[in-house]
T-cell receptor
Framework: GPKVLQIPSHQIIDMGQMVTLNCDPVSNHLYFYWYKQILGQQMEFLVN????????KSKLFKDQFSVERPDGSYFTLKIQPTALEDSAVYFC????????????FGPGTRLTVL | QQKVQQSPESLSVPEGGMASLNCTSS?????YFWWYRQHSGEGPKALM?????GDKKEGRFTAHLNKASLHVSLHIRDSQPSDSALYFCAASEHRSPNTNKVVFGTGTRLQVLP
């Protein structure tokens, strides 16, 4: 089936540094999402992105967070500066449309902030 | 306030048994419901969707939706050890032409014992 790729699978950085998480969504998908999951627990919505713009974001999407997809390349989540509480697994997802259409998830990037 | 609650938090069933998972939403704006399954170390993968009241059956999996009570359930018959995973209920609301808010439930961890 359709696959979403995420790079890297694991990232360890020091608090205060910048980190960029990369997502290669399903090729014909137009809607992109980031989610945060802590300790294999609840999946929490961060942001959804369409046509070069953030369409909706949650309160977890702090000012230090930004997303972009320059020229159809990777869909990225940048955190600058990072904080200890940003340690989590970040999942990227994509969908071909909205409403009841399925979101396809990547395998996640485990971010550890020291 | 958690808008999508799942119960139980964890569940153990014997191989071949029936597993029943429950999900209740507190937001009547949600129109679309999905069940996702997440195996350890992987991203969530959609199992099935349900948008209309009543039952929907796909193989060993049956979902039931009652919009009046905002309740959706998933029943897995003839449970297999490979069904052991974290199960999420997800509810979404198509808010605008380009915005799709998806809220994941708190999760149920299912263990199928050989």
């Amino acid at each position: 089936g359709p696959k979403v790729l995420q790079i890297p699978s694991h990232q360890i950085i020091d608090m205060g540094q910048m980190v960029t998480l990369n997502c290669d969504p399903v090729s014909n998908h137009l809607y992109f999402y980031w989610y945060k999951q802590i300790l294999g627990q609840q999946m929490e919505f961060l942001v959804n992105f369409y046509n070069g713009k953030v369409m909706e974001k949650s309160k977890l999407f702090k000012d230090q967070f930004s997303v972009e997809r320059p020229d159809g390349s990777y869909f990225t989540l940048k955190i600058q500066p990072t904080a200890l509480e940003d340690s989590a697994v970040y999942f990227c997802a994509s969908s071909s449309g909205l409403g009841g259409l399925e979101q396809y998830f990547g395998p996640g990037t485990r971010l550890t902030v020291l | 306030q958690q808008k999508v609650q799942q119960s139980p938090e964890s569940l153990s069933v014997p191989e071949g048994g029936m597993a029943s998972l429950n999900c209740t939403s507190s937001d009547r704006n949600f129109q679309y419901f999905w069940w996702y399954r997440q195996h350890s170390g992987e991203g969530p993968k959609a199992l099935m969707s349900i948008f209309s009241d009543g039952d929907k059956k796909e193989g060993r999996f049956t979902a039931h939706l009652n919009k009046a009570s905002l309740h959706v359930s998933l029943h897995i018959r003839d449970s297999q050890p490979s069904d052991s995973a974290l199960y999420f209920c997800a509810a979404s609301e198509h808010r605008s032409p380009n915005t799709n808010k998806v809220v994941f439930g708190t999760g149920t961890r299912l263990q199928v014992l050989p």
